[in-house]
């Protein structure tokens, strides 16, 4: 099947009790066994649930993937996957990363016994160089946030791969639709839920998903030991949202590649870089081609300064102020005071998170009432 069929229908089976098309949403916390030691597989609403089941099943078809594990948060899948390592284990990570992955990981992980280096996944040799005897697991993601920074997911597999490391891929920012990381041979895809596949920006959730039978044994048994799962209702929500994500993600993609061109072109007097990886400016253009099958909805943008940043956010109207991304509707960050603000300047700097850096996350509006509230707001600077 094709990605939309698949979208619909994996998971989404007629309730066998009732024939609903939808699946139901089962808010029971336990089950009742038909007698002693007999029961339909189902016992405790922590462990396992009908409706986040067939969630599951839904994003690893989507991926392309095996195995499919549902988390509270995005966090809560990236804490599950760390949970593989133990005390003593050294960690390679992607420079640019979104910040509450940098703050798990250092302000937590860290003084639990774990070690990380980051670097430019996007350069082989910063990976080779910071290689050691204890190194367990290479985290990237591609492309980054906010930079849209790529690393190439086949170069990092066949690294992990003759390294003995388990390497993971955060997919967020491209979802299932636009680039599956599992097919490039990467071991453990992460999602923030909230963004793309929910898209919606009424629910927080997230996922891990995997081909690899040992490591979907480990991330069952972390899933029910950390309880960290979604509420029934939650899984409905993402699971209607999924049959619709790749006509959303068709749409995000077309309203981004146009502003992101027209900002290229015509606005090099306000804005001094526009990040998109569709532009032939990208750095990693070539690549974006390869491994990806559209280039998403986010875009970011160097104003120049602090001043020039704060006066072109609060002159947009229709993109709202706000962090998260991915949602249907339009919405402007600045990381340095956002979603990145846990991350130490001097680290920020070092990939070019500047003061004067906007992020855009392109939602599905008519273009052209998106590109006014833009020009707008750049005629203040």
Known sequence: MKFSTKAIHAGNEPDKAAGAVNVPIYATSTYANEAFGVSKGYDYGRTINPTRTALETNLASLENGKFGF???????????????????????????????????????????????????????????????????????????????????????????????????????????YFQNPLDFGIDIVVHSTTKYIGGHSDVIGGCAITNNTQISEQIKFIQNSIGAVPSPFDCYLLLRSTKTLALRMERHNENAVRIANELDKNWSHKIQKVYYPELVSHPQFELAKKQMRGFGGIISLEMGSFDNAVKFFNGLKIFARAESLGGVESLVCHPVSMTHGSVPKKEREKFGLTDGLIRLSVGIEDYEDLMDDIKNALNKI
């Not at 990237?140 to 003995?164: G, R, V």
């Open 70 to 176: 549902a988390f509270s948060s995005g966090m809560a899948a990236t804490q599950a996957v760390i949970s593989l390592l133990k005390q003593g284990d050294h960690v390679i990570v992607s420079a640019n990363v979104y910040g509450g992955t940098y703050r798990i990981f250092e302000k937590v992980m860290r003084g639990l016994g774990l070690d990380f280096s980051w670097v430019d996944t996007s350069n082989y040799d910063e990976i080779a160089k910071v290689l050691k005897p204890n190194t367990k697991m290479i985290f990237i993601e591609t492309p980054t946030n906010p930079m849209l920074t790529l690393t190439d997911l086949d170069m990092i597999s066949k690294f992990a791969k003759k390294s003995k490391l388990i390497s993971v891929c955060d997919n967020t920012f491209m979802s299932p």
